[in-house]
């Protein structure tokens, strides 16, 4: 168990391709909305709730609010609504909060045989089409939709980003220290 | 696999007790590195870098530096470094960076049979415990020192937080819409 999770996090990949029509198993999608869920928040504040929409006529609309496309294939998207409240006197950790949900999603995405990807500044840029989607969700002022997941089985392999060898971000005991890998 | 994974994630807490002494293997903590290394970032600016102390001499003079103290008896502790550089214009996703490295590595930690905590704003509040650290630890200026992550075997069993029910928080196809749990 230890090794494929270890082996599940590493492999996981942003997949911008094409999703099959299939539909996502409703069971499915709320055992990806409950690993959101499960992340933890600043003080425990729980700023972060979430929308899963698999109703075709919805999505249709949801899709057209969004241009250009960025997932005009997906069965289902998952929104992510954060609150962003302090955790105390000035601090917020809203941002962070709904990031670790985020990935705790992508990652449970991955487990049950699905891909995603994470796009946060397509809606949230100037253009502010998060407005658009909050008003079909019937999402209210004191939150913001700032992420959307889609879910869905790819049509092609996924392609692994580029990256820096580990070697150059991370050490033991010193920054650029003794070697971890 | 899917449900060990799906269970890890549910099961995940933040432990705050203390920790036996035993050393963890360099091997454990270069995975739970890689873990953290392996999370998405906003266009793949991979703005964490991380450094895991495990010297205990340089431990005992990062522990030293936290006062009040929050994990004095963890073998080994993993910070967490941003380089908080735009992803494009003005747009700057290294808190959403960072949140999902830490993710990743809490889970790749559990996942390896030891326990941590997210501490962030103990370091980075007012007085800049994190200024101290980055000294110790060497940081360059361009990093902050974001959150660190202790790493060890429990010596209590963890409590998980209270939490809102989930039904509170998701639901399909609007907010406060189709019952999703």
Redesign the interface.
């Known amino acids: ?2 090794n ?3 082996t ?3 492999s ?1 990949t ?1 997949y911008r391709g094409p999703y099959a029509s299939t539909p996502v198993p ?1 069971a499915d ?3 990806i ?8 928040s ?3 504040k ?1 700023t ?8 075709p006529a ?1 999505l249709t609309k949801l899709k057209a609010a969004i241009d250009p496309p960025i997932f005009p294939t997906a069965p289902a998207v998952i929104f992510v ?1 954060s609150r962003p409240v302090n ?2 006197r000035d ?1 917020c ?1 809203a ?3 709904y ?2 949900a ?3 999603m ?3 995405i991955r ?3 699905y891909e995603s990807c ?1 796009y ?2 397509h809606i949230t ?1 100037d253009d502010r089409i998060d407005l658009k989607l909050a008003a079909l ?4 002022k004191e ?1 913001r939709v700032v992420c959307a997941l889609p879910v869905g089985k790819a049509l092609e392999p996924p392609r692994p ?4 060898p ?1 070697a150059e ?9 003794e070697e ?2």
């Open positions: 168990m230890e494929a999770m270890l599940l996090i590493q996981r942003s409703r999608l709320a055992a909305l409950a690993a959101g869920l499960s992340a933890p600043g003080c425990n729980q972060v709730s979430l929308v899963a929409a698999n109703d919805l609504l955790a105390y601090k950790f941002v962070q909060d990031a670790a985020i990935e705790n992508l990652l449970a487990a049950l045989g994470w946060e500044g840029d969700l019937g999402v209210p939150y980003a580029p990256k820096k580990y971000r991370a050490w033991f005991n010193a920054f650029d220290g971890a890998f």
